[in-house]
């Protein structure tokens, strides 16, 4: 068992030297940071020789009773953790204190913080505590580092609720894993008072393990931005978001769209049946083909040509079917009113080219003939 001496002391600055005309005294007076971890101590003394000293390392010792720490009082960082503290002593001297690290020790209740108005982040995880007990929060001490606490480690110390919380509204970090959280509901009322939570770690709680838990905790946690280790991404965020209003009546959902509106009163999707029984209700003619070119076109009987035809603005004279409408050519020739003065008056008719377009609508009408005549009488 190493004793804090002060050879030992002068031994652990880290990187700051001792000057050749330097006594111990002068030197350990003029020292900030003292690295003293793993070093098998079970007392702390001679701190009060530190007079400077902001920062103190002190982890993985067998140090029983912290209250000597006192005597450093300008300590800023305190790293205790493993060590075997039972109470929180010594701290109400420690005005300046902004880190205290007491994880892996066996304390009881959180207390003796009235004094420490600088405290930014706490860490009190994983005490050894007896079966069946859990970690208590003195009001008190809790009340008095509400308005500078952003960090809180209580994971693994029993705790069924964290009602006791509630308080510490500056809280941007909460670790309370492994503990015996089962009310989801619950946590939502501490979350509700915590406005500046980004970070939450809830894992290996009974509450983690129920049918979304991530869910509710993002929707009740609105400024949360990592959960048990996964970032919360703005596209989860606000998709829960328009859940929860959905299911609070406040969105309209996204089904009761036109589709949704135009359901029967038996929530069934109306067949084209009625559609056009409700448009013939309601005055409104239902679609139809176009009509046909107003001008006039004969086509005249000739070789592979079974008849003729005229069609024009009053409608059709027939279709009449053919087999194999493709395979008829229809004659490069059609005739027209010779107009030239010996046969004026004598309804003479000659047959001239066509252009290759009037062939083309030629063709296209032939097609035409074998389409039954549904929906083109009366256009």
Known sequence: MARMTKELLCKCTGQT?????????????????????????????NLMLCRNLSVLYLYDNRIQDMLLVSSASHLTHLYLQSNLISR????????????????????????GLENCKNLRELHIENQRLAEGEKLLFDPRSL??????????????????????????????????????????????????HMTHLWKVDLSGNPCSFKGKYRDMIIT???????????????TER?????????????????????????????????????????????????????PLPQRPI??????????????????HQGFPFRKDPLSTILPPLVEEPDLTPKNQGRNKTKRVPRSEADQHYDYKISFLRTIPPVGLVGT
């Open 17 to 45: 030297r001792r000057k050749r005309d330097e006594t111990q005294e002068q030197f350990l007076r003029r020292i900030t940071h003292l690295y003293c971890a793993d070093k098998d101590i079970k007392h702390i003394d």
């Open 88 to 111: 929180m002593d010594g701290l109400l001297e420690l005005q300046s204190l902004e880190k205290l690290y007491l994880g892996n020790n066996s304390i009881n209740v959180v207390e």
């Open 143 to 192: 009340k008095s580092v509400s308005k500078t606490l952003m960090v809180l480690n209580v994971g693994g110390n029993g705790l069924d609720s964290l009602q006791d919380l509630i308080c510490l509204r500056e809280l941007t970090v909460l670790l309370a894993a492994n503990n015996l959280l089962q009310h989801v509901r619950e946590l939502g009322d501490v979350f509700d």
């Open 220 to 234: 009740m946690a609105r400024g949360i931005g990592v959960l048990d280790g996964r970032d919360v991404t703005d």
């Open 238 to 290: 606000q998709f829960l978001k328009n859940w929860q209003a959905m299911r609070d009546g406040k969105l309209r959902p996204v089904q009761q769209s036109v589709r949704g509106e135009e359901r029967g009163r038996h929530g069934h999707v109306p067949s084209a049946q009625n559609i056009l029984q409700r448009l013939k209700e309601s005055g409104v003619k239902p679609p139809t083909m176009p």
């Open 298 to 315: 004969k086509i005249s009987k000739s070789k592979g040509s079974s008849h003729s035809t005229t069609f024009g603005s009053e409608g």
